[in-house]
């Protein structure tokens, strides 16, 4: 897979574009804003868009979402407990803007996008339905605003949670492959093994 990170929106969220190289086939995760960007990458290099990916629900991971949906009619992914975030604007913080998922996951579920093989991971903490996506194959994880580059998401906002995030890492991702990549939904690029060594909050 090859993996292109676009930084957009006000507090420069990634979104992240996957996609197979040998039958041009890709999915986004978390396209947060820019949608008319986000649209032209996809028609100016003839990537055959087969889904959406959210980690979760807050407006700037899911802003580009109805817009991107529409144009290329395909379906969303997230967590079936992130439902009220994604549908609620005092939950995801926006100021009017909402979405819902088309296909809504449980924890553990696995699922195949651009002929790669996926598994959603729960990991509430940053919200009640935040959750990452693995693939096992790639030695990828999508690590949304659960675990940064030697940080971990806040939980200060409404459903959040600082010992259930800690456990979500803890139990859910740090028994990963040391070697996964895992990139996040905002800073940079780290490992599960950087992590592990590294990280004071989960360490």
């Known amino acids: 897979m090859k993996i292109s990170n676009y930084r957009v929106g006000p507090i420069m969220t990634n979104c992240y574009l996957?996609?197979?190289e040998k039958t041009k086939e890709g999915f986004f995760v978390d396209p947060g804003a820019e949608?008319?960007?986000?649209?032209r990458e996809i028609?100016?290099?003839?990537?055959?868009?087969t889904g959406i990916l959210l980690t979760h629900g807050h407006f700037?991971?899911?802003m580009a979402v109805n817009e991107l949906r529409d144009e290329f009619q395909v379906k969303v992914y997230a967590n079936e407990l992130e439902k009220e975030v994604l549908q609620d604007v005092r939950s995801n913080m926006s100021s009017g803007y909402t979405t819902k998922a088309d296909v809504y996951l449980t924890d553990g579920e696995e699922f195949s996008l651009a002929g790669v093989p996926i598994k959603m991971l729960s990991t509430p903490g940053h919200t009640v339905g935040?959750?990452?996506?693995?693939?096992?194959?790639e030695g990828i994880l999508f690590s949304g605003d659960t675990l940064f580059h030697g940080s971990v998401g806040r939980?200060?906002?409404p459903g959040g949670s600082a010992s259930?995030?800690?456990?979500s890492i803890q139990e859910k991702l740090l028994v990963l492959p040391e070697e996964t990549k895992v990139y996040p939904g905002h800073d940079s690029q780290t490992t599960i093994q950087f992590e592990k060594r590294y990280n004071p909050f989960v360490s």
Do not use: E, M, S
């Open 60 to 62: 700037d991971h899911i």
């Open 164 to 167: 259930t995030l800690v456990r």
């Open 18 to 20: 996957a996609v197979n």
């Open 35 to 39: 949608p008319g960007r986000l649209i």
């Open 130 to 137: 935040g959750c990452c996506y693995y693939l096992a194959a």
């Open 155 to 157: 939980t200060d906002f």
């Open 43 to 49: 028609k100016d290099n003839d990537i055959i868009l």
